[in-house]
């Protein structure tokens, strides 16, 4: 009976790494989904301009003329803030286009979108990735990307998540 009682208590210690080295030589970890619809940013990129340490930044970049998916995707964004309810104080609105200085883009029912002056260097790092939208912490770092055919459930999933999670 003693030998019995040894060997299941030397089984019990020995399991978990035999169990761990099934995992890590199977890759069986890497199958896991992560729960974010949007993508995280491989750069590191830095908006500390826009940063004030008490919003959250949901940016815009709009490539050229803002066309019908444009304005639907800033439609959109505005939902989102408004389905925040009483967090959407939490969040500021920006948009950064290539050409501030035409009337390209018409923000007259978006009184609360922040139209960027002309950047230069953070309109050419955002424009090589293939997102177009952009979540940012509030101490201006993105960590989210979002392409133009985004899903807003998702969006704003990721955006109450994030706001769940940075509760003061």
Known sequence: MSKLKFLLIVFVFVLPFIFAKYFFDNDATSTRGTTNHGSFLVDEINITSLADNDHWIILQVIDGKCDTSCQDNMHMLRQINTAL?????????YLLHKNTNENT??????????????S????????KM????FIADPFGKIILGYENDFIAKGLLKDIKKLLKFSKR
């Open 85 to 93: 309810g009483k967090d959407m104080g939490r969040v500021k609105r």
């Open 120 to 127: 230069e260097t953070l309109y050419n790092k955002l424009t």
């Open 130 to 133: 293939d997102e177009r939208i």
């Open 105 to 118: 883009v018409n923000l007259d029912n978006y009184p609360k979108v922040i139209l960027l002056d002309r």
